[in-house]
């Protein structure tokens, strides 16, 4: 049983800055790639950025320049720094990744919500 585990979500004014972490736990042999989606009320959940196993990146648009995707691959963890924060980054944010187990298959996260005020 794979499970990933979201963390650092949190209320923050416009201009702050979070840091998201995801660490996935179970029967592990590698993770392909990892990833945050986010999903805003009322619309649909959206890549924000991909890393693989090799650290290659790829973000949206709207968050190039702000957002840095890492992963630390001895700890099976993913992280998100997100800086320069707008309130259109409001979300739920979720991990996401691709992981060879038992099987071979795509993991979800619970889900974290940041909520950036004006």
């Known amino acids: 049983q794979v499970q990933l585990v979201e963390s650092g979500g949190a209320l923050v004014q416009a201009g702050g800055s979070l840091r998201l972490s995801c660490a996935a736990s179970g029967t592990i042999f590698s993770i392909n790639v990892m990833g945050w989606y986010r999903q805003a009320p009322g619309k649909q959940r959206d890549l924000v950025a991909t890393?693989?196993?090799?650290?290659?990146?790829n973000y949206a648009d709207s968050v190039k320049g702000r957002f840095t995707i890492s992963r630390d691959n001895a700890k099976n963890t993913v992280y998100l720094q997100m800086n320069s924060l707008k309130p259109e980054d409001t979300a739920v944010y979720y991990c996401?990744?691709?992981?060879?187990?038992?099987?071979?298959?795509?993991?979800w996260g619970q889900g974290t919500q940041v909520i950036v005020s004006t």
């Open positions: 996401n990744a691709h992981i060879v187990g038992i099987g071979v298959r795509n993991y």
């Open positions: 890393i693989t196993i090799g650290a290659g990146t």
